[in-house]
């Protein structure tokens, strides 16, 4: 009987495991961030080394370094403005 539970138990585990992963497959990518500088200090992505990149409400965010998130945390609305206009502005350029 401890048997069949333990073996229930497993397959049921295993179930819920393959939802799980299953339902993150399912998430769509971030919407590419386009800018080449960085929206907090306007230093150019890549000159301090890799871009700290990170997601934010379904857009990916690209900053010159770690230590700018915690200003673009104190007001991340002003800075997704500036993301937001750099991608309109690439998307223009691209049609042209």
Known sequence: MKVTKFILTGAA???LGAMT????DKKPAPIPDKMTT???SGDKLGEMGKPYVFE???HEVKLCC???KKDFDKDPAKYMKKIEAADKEAAKSAKN
Do not use: F, R
Not at 21 to 24: E, G, I, K, L, N
């Open 13 to 15: 585990m295993l179930a």
């Open 21 to 24: 992963a299953t339902a993150d």
């Open 38 to 40: 960085c929206p907090v």
């Open 56 to 58: 934010y409400k379904g």
């Open 66 to 68: 770690p230590d700018c």
